[in-house]
């Protein structure tokens, strides 16, 4: 069991850019979450899958943001056209599913300038 | 719907001394109750958490909660603090629900003074 990973853990970019990141989840977890973290605040919920399905999306969740997680596997997050406010830390974790405990990476931390 | 409240967004104590992080909830159906510690830079770590059974639930590090229904609340202590415990602490909260997704309170920010 190596945890959840993801990658980049830094990622600077210019405002109007696309980026992506990426979501390993620990093997057998069949839940997989995506949120998202500003200074002072808590991890706020974007999205989450069962397997491949993607099941539920935030109203935080624009039109600029897709999620993906081909095969029930890894998962990618994209934002398209960055924005300034989108600026965050973005988090993953994963689960069995049993009693809700989440196990989360280390996170990816977006600077859009 | 459910939502987390965390009372004191700075939390300050001397090294030994007991450690006491407050969380209130709100939910409408029987929670599942989280506390998570996160240092800097670095993802969220579970602490412990109540599903259902024991209201008192022991944790790693020392830590433990009291799930109390009557008071809504689930507040994380520690008999006596380490310069380790520095660090932000997080109460979430989710519902028992296929879903799983948590909601988190905006953490507290746990100082120990040596």
């Known amino acids: 069991d190596t945890g959840v990973s993801q990658n980049p853990r830094h990622k600077i970019t210019k405002r109007g850019q696309n980026v992506t990141f990426r979501c390993d989840p620990i093997?057998?977890?069949?839940?997989l979450y995506w949120y998202r973290q500003t200074l002072g605040q808590g991890p706020e919920f974007l999205t989450y899958?069962?397997?491949?399905?993607?099941?539920?999306k935030s109203r935080l969740l624009s039109d600029r943001f897709s999620a993906e997680r081909p095969k029930g596997s890894f998962s990618t997050l994209e934002i398209q056209r960055t924005e300034q406010g989108d600026s965050a830390m973005y988090l993953c974790?994963?689960?069995?599913?049993?009693?809700?405990?989440?196990?989360f990476g280390p996170g990816t931390r977006l600077t859009v300038l | 719907a459910q939502s987390v409240t965390q009372l004191g967004s700075h939390v300050s104590v001397s090294e030994g001394a007991l450690v006491l992080l407050r969380c209130n909830y709100s939910?409408?159906?029987?929670?599942?109750l989280f506390w998570y510690v996160q240092y800097p830079n670095q993802g969220l770590q579970l602490l412990l958490k109540?599903?259902?059974?024991?209201?008192l639930v022991k944790g790693i590090n020392g830590f433990e909660a009291e799930f109390k229904k009557s008071e809504t609340s689930f507040h994380l202590t520690k008999p006596s603090a380490h310069m380790s415990d520095a660090a932000e602490y997080f109460c979430?909260?989710?519902?028992?629900?296929?879903?799983?997704?948590?909601?988190f309170g905006d953490g507290t920010t746990l100082t120990v003074k040596p």
């Open positions: 974790a994963s689960s069995l599913g049993q009693n809700n405990e989440q196990f």
């Open positions: 093997s057998e977890h069949n839940r």
């Open positions: 899958f069962q397997n491949e399905a993607q099941l539920e």
């Open positions: 939910s409408s159906v029987p929670p599942y």
């Open positions: 109540y599903t259902t059974g024991a209201t």
């Open positions: 979430a909260v989710s519902l028992n629900t296929n879903a799983g997704k948590s909601t």
